[in-house]
């Protein structure tokens, strides 16, 4: 796509937003933030497009004039207890991660108990889970 000088781009993307709605201390943690890290080598998903997001516009000749890198969302980067609609649909997702289940095997309903129950609890915080960026070109 060719793009005038002038123009301008708005881009939303999620980065580790599965360990960035996970309790540090989480056993998993570190096992969920490195599947997470290393998915789109698979390439079936990457969970850490957000973060790339800057670099790209970058190298595309864009020049960053706006970036949030913690956007505040109901559903992937939020503070205190999940909303029940929230919950669900968190559950939903997490019955989808095929790849995650296999590499945690018979731990993963360990897992998704422990992230469903910290989602909705106060102690829950919201941590860099969504990048927002604005560039102009």
């Known amino acids: 796509m060719k793009m005038d000088k002038g123009s301008w781009i708005a881009l939303l993307d999620v980065s580790c937003f599965i360990s960035g709605n996970m309790n540090k201390q989480s056993k998993f943690y570190e096992k969920v933030r ?13 969970f850490n497009f957000g973060a790339k997001l800057k670099p790209l516009l ?19 980067n939020f503070n205190g207890c999940a909303k029940e609609e929230v919950v669900a649909i968190w559950r939903a997702r997490l019955s989808r991660l095929v790849l995650l289940k296999r ?6 309903c360990e897992f998704e108990r422990e992230f469903l129950a910290f989602i909705n609890s106060d102690s829950h915080e919201q941590r860099n889970s969504l ?3 604005v560039a102009i070109k």
């Open 58 to 76: 970058n190298k595309s000749g864009f020049k960053v004039i706006h970036c949030d890198e913690n956007v505040h969302d109901v559903e992937l």
């Open 34 to 46: 490195n599947f997470e890290l290393e998915s789109c080598k698979s390439g079936v998903y990457d």
């Open 103 to 108: 590499l945690l095997d018979s731990e993963y």
């Open 131 to 133: 990048q927002f960026v």
